[in-house]
């Protein structure tokens, strides 16, 4: 927070520390505070906070500052919620367009930021499932790249990347379209619709097999004679 916004009001940098948290309970991010701020700083590019990695740490921290910005974390930690943020999970200040802010969904500007959230199933508030175990590794600065261009997992933490691999999945767990929809399979141009089948149903419905005799004991019921009732 210190180093991401120590000359922002107070509501800077509350809203700095939810997007902390909200990354930390999200499941594409580390699930500590220390593993959400510092991952990429490994990396030749791709560090999720620019303090980490571009030499920002190296500097001596102004006390009155510094403190100030551990009384706010401090409350964070504690669990006071910052609502103006929202489920934001990204943010920049207003002097940069980086490439993905047209991809997520801009919330609100709070001091010299301007915060993100998902779109879809990656920005819903059930996704949001993992609470903060006060547990953090050591905390230590890590080593960039040697080689730029040597492979790197980048990627993974790319915001487009993400919200497309939620959407991808919330597709497949959809299954097919019903029939009729865009995008669903045409009928059979030699069965209509009201034409039943040998099981009578009607034809190109789509029934799974487990239930394709639901129903069956009623017919059955009504074909066979009852038993005359007792006086």
């Known amino acids: 927070m210190y180093y991401e916004a120590a000359s922002e009001p107070d509501a800077g940098q509350r809203a700095v520390a939810q997007v902390v948290l909200n990354r930390l309970a999200h499941p594409s991010y580390p699930d500590t505070v220390c593993g959400v701020v510092y991952e990429g700083s490994e990396l030749a590019t791709g560090c999720q906070f620019s303090f980490t990695c571009d030499g920002s740490l190296s500097r001596r921290p102004a006390t009155y500052f ?3 910005a551990e009384t706010v974390a401090r409350g ?3 669990g006071d919620v910052y609502a103006p943020a929202g489920l934001a999970t990204h943010y920049h200040t207003l002097q940069v367009a980086p490439y993905w802010a047209s991809s997520l969904q801009p919330l609100t ?4 930021h301007r915060f993100y959230s998902f779109k879809g199933a990656a920005g819903r508030a059930a996704t949001f499932r993992y609470f903060y175990a ?5 905390s230590e600065r890590r080593s960039p790249a040697a080689n730029a261009l040597t492979p790197t997992t980048e990627t993974q933490s790319d915001p487009v990347a ?7 999945i919330a597709r ?3 299954g097919p ?3 009729g929809t865009p995008g669903s399979a045409p009928l059979s141009a030699t069965a209509s619709p009201s034409e039943p089948a040998a099981d009578g149903l009607p ?3 789509r029934v799974r097999p487990e239930y394709r005799n639901s129903g069956r004991w009623i017919e059955h019921d009504r074909s066979t004679p009852r038993p005359p009732e007792a006086p």
């Open 66 to 68: 510094w403190n100030r």
């Open 76 to 78: 964070a930690l504690s």
């Open 109 to 112: 500007t709070i001091g010299a």
């Open 134 to 138: 006060g547990m953090e590794p050591a």
């Open 162 to 168: 993400i919200q497309q691999a939620y959407q991808d």
């Open 172 to 174: 497949a767990l959809a």
């Open 177 to 179: 379209p019903a029939i």
């Open 203 to 205: 034809a190109g419905a």
